[in-house]
């Protein structure tokens, strides 16, 4: 288990809070959040197996002082190093990049099949855990640039059970883009909605945002959703 160091602060990114993170998060894997030494931190604890690639929207944002300011405080935590020159009198700022997991009917799918039953076993008991479906990352200037060209982006298996970032052009692969290549500043995560399936089983119906209620009949607690389940069968 990897404790990535956030504290508690939030940003906000094109008008959503974000939390602000330290050390590398991957979009699409599964943490919670966690104290250690008086402060919150993120702790990642799996990545599910990404049967099929799952769309992500990659957005270039301008940045402003309080996401430069993120960044700066991450990025002599991560790997890699990235230059930005940053001016707030200037009217152009330079811009980082924000990933979103759009095809959320896809990842529910993902989450739900057998492939992923330990992953899916792991939510049920640990309840405070949640999916991280947006990251905002700062890159070197030629990925940048590769994020903004390419018409496609999806989040796809690369090397042992780990996975990366894929970039198309007209369908064809152009670039691959490792989470560790640039600057994690900030994220946001969803929790899992359970029910019952017709055969009385537990599964994921939808994925909300922390604040969010689920949908109807579905429970943020996977115990809850079996005492639904109970109290129908008997």
Not at 33 to 52: C, G, K, M
Not at 87 to 104: C, G, R, T, W, Y
Not at 204 to 222: E, G, T
């Amino acid at each position: 288990m990897v404790l990535a160091f956030t504290g508690c602060k939030t940003i906000s990114v094109q008008d959503n809070q974000y939390q602000t993170a330290k050390e590398q998060i991957v979009l699409g894997s599964i943490g919670q959040d966690a104290n250690y030494l008086l402060e919150q931190h993120y702790s990642s604890s799996a990545i599910p197996n990404y049967i099929t690639p799952i769309k992500v929207q990659a957005t270039a944002v301008p940045f402003n002082k309080s996401s430069y300011k993120s960044f700066q405080q991450a990025q002599p935590f991560q790997t890699t190093k990235v230059q930005i020159k940053y001016v707030d009198s200037l009217e152009l700022k330079p811009s980082f990049i924000n990933l979103e997991i759009v095809d959320q009917v896809g990842l529910i799918t993902l989450l739900n099949d057998k492939t992923n039953a330990d992953i899916k076993e792991y939510l049920v008991n640990q309840t405070e855990s949640h999916i991280v479906t947006y990251i905002s990352m700062a890159f070197p200037e030629n990925i940048l640039k590769d994020l903004q060209d390419a018409e496609e982006v999806f989040i796809e298996p690369s090397g042992k059970k780990s996975i990366a970032l894929h970039l198309y052009k007209e369908k064809e692969l152009i670039k691959i883009v490792n989470f560790f290549e640039g600057v994690v500043f900030a994220y946001k995560t969803a929790s899992c909605c359970w029910k019952e399936n017709d055969k009385y089983q537990l599964e994921i119906v939808d994925l909300v945002d922390a604040n969010d209620n689920c949908p109807n009949k579905s429970y943020l607690s996977a115990q809850n959703a079996k005492k639904e389940i109970n109290y129908y069968k008997f």
